[in-house]
């Protein structure tokens, strides 16, 4: 048998949540992100459940491709749009959407060949400042996108830097209105903390929000775990990461544990290996204080450095319990148990300062990836 941890992909989870999300964002079109490898689940497996949405949007012409390939006809958008001239000749083959968000891309679209007129979205800089034109230029530039024979169609397109607060969405929403409110085209303004938080502000303002982005709330993580959950948004984890024990020790009080052998044992215990390192995606900053549930959901406690493939847990609260803790027995890292008892990525990720995005992007190659169709 291979080294026994696995990334858990729950296709119920991912078709609920699906669901959750289409109902918040009412008759909106809706894009599945699936950037980053669907944020680490696998292009191939979303695709089972997400070929329900209106579209994909990513960053990656292979991940593009790779679509296409799976039988995907439908819209695709390319969300940071090309980065080379060539990368037109894919968009054209391939009947890619693109974003436009600096004069490079302009340029570039401006000397392509193509008998097909591109569909673009035009990015507009809402005061996030990183990717987009500002108020001030997206008239004109509108104007010029207009003018080309590449261009048939320009939709716009922003994004929000915080949705933790209503008024920061007013804000966006209200320099969104006026560099554009009078510009043809579909708007696309949404990601998971809009479309869970803030649909009734954005009808509000009345802006057509024609084209929703949802990436984490479809995988079951929350945009905003400090306000809240995504238990509490009725969302379900998506991603489970097992393994297993591979080695225990008997460590008495005044022993030390690990790398550094800075977790010294203040009472006896029962230290568990597990097979799960930081070259898994595990990350390494985690302490004791961090948890993982053992077999079917007792929270344990890390103790010790978590190393490149292994990491230490304390099971004394499994022997409390009257278990055994043999090899081989199941840990899970985050997700759920076989038996339904969740640890939520959100959580652990806090431990580690970082939120549920990073640390379900993070789980790396080398972790083999198995299919749960419960309920699916
Ligand atoms: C990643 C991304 C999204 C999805 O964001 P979530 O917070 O995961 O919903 C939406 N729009 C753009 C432009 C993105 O880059």
């Given at each position: ?11 119920a989870?991912?078709q ?9 964002a ?6 599945a ?79 392509h ?6 569909r ?9 400042n ?5 108020a ?8 010029r996108?207009?003018?080309m ?5 320009i ?17 966006s929403?209200r ?19 809009a479309i ?31 306000t ?8 379900l984890?998506?991603?489970?990461l ?27 215990m ?10 898994d ?23 010790g ?28 890292l ?20 970082t ?11 080398r ?6 169709l419960?309920?699916?």
């Amino acid at each position: 048998m291979s080294r026994p941890i696995r990334s858990i992909i729950h296709y119920a989870a991912l078709q609920h949540n699906l669901r959750v999300v289409q109902a918040k964002a009412k008759n909106a079109k809706l894009w599945a992100v699936v950037k980053a490898n669907a944020y680490g689940h696998g292009l191939q497996h979303v695709f089972k459940t997400f070929r329900a949405a209106d579209g994909f949007a990513l960053l990656d012409l292979q991940e593009a491709q790779h679509l296409r390939e799976m039988g995907w006809r439908g819209p695709i958008l390319l969300l940071e749009g090309i980065f080379e001239a060539r990368d037109l000749e894919v968009c054209s083959r391939l009947g890619l959407w693109h974003t436009i968000h600096n004069d490079a891309q302009i340029e570039m679209l401006a000397a392509h060949k193509t008998l097909q007129g591109h569909r673009v979205f035009l990015k507009l800089n809402a005061g996030m400042n990183r990717l987009g034109f500002d108020a001030r230029q997206f008239r004109s530039v509108w104007a010029r996108l207009n003018a080309m024979h590449q261009v048939e169609e320009i939709s716009l397109l922003s994004h929000f830097a915080r949705t933790e607060s209503a008024q920061d969405v007013i804000e966006s929403l209200r320099i969104f209105n006026e560099a554009c409110h009078d510009l043809p085209g579909e708007r696309s303004l949404s990601n998971s903390g809009a479309i869970l938080a803030h649909q009734d502000v954005i009808a509000k303002e009345s802006i057509a929000d024609d084209w929703v982005r949802p990436g984490i709330a479809l995988y079951g993580a929350s945009p905003d775990a400090h306000t809240k959950t995504a238990l509490e948004w009725g969302l379900l984890p998506a991603q489970s990461l097992r393994s297993q024990i591979i080695g225990l020790q008997r460590v008495s009080v005044g022993e030390r544990v690990g790398y550094g052998s800075d977790h010294t044992a203040q009472e006896n215990m029962l230290i568990g290996v597990v097979a799960c390192g930081y070259a898994d995606g595990y990350p390494r900053v985690l302490r004791s204080g961090a948890q993982v549930l053992f077999e079917s959901g007792v929270r344990c406690n890390l103790f010790g450095r978590v190393s490149m493939d292994m990491l230490t847990i304390n099971l004394n609260p499994a022997l409390e319990k009257g278990l055994e803790p043999k090899i081989g027995a199941e840990v899970t890292l985050w997700g759920k148990t076989r038996n339904g008892i969740g640890l939520a990525i959100d959580e652990v990720a806090a431990h580690a300062g970082t939120i549920g995005y990073e640390l379900m992007c993070a789980v790396a190659q080398r972790v083999p990836v198995e299919e749960d169709l419960e309920g699916f």
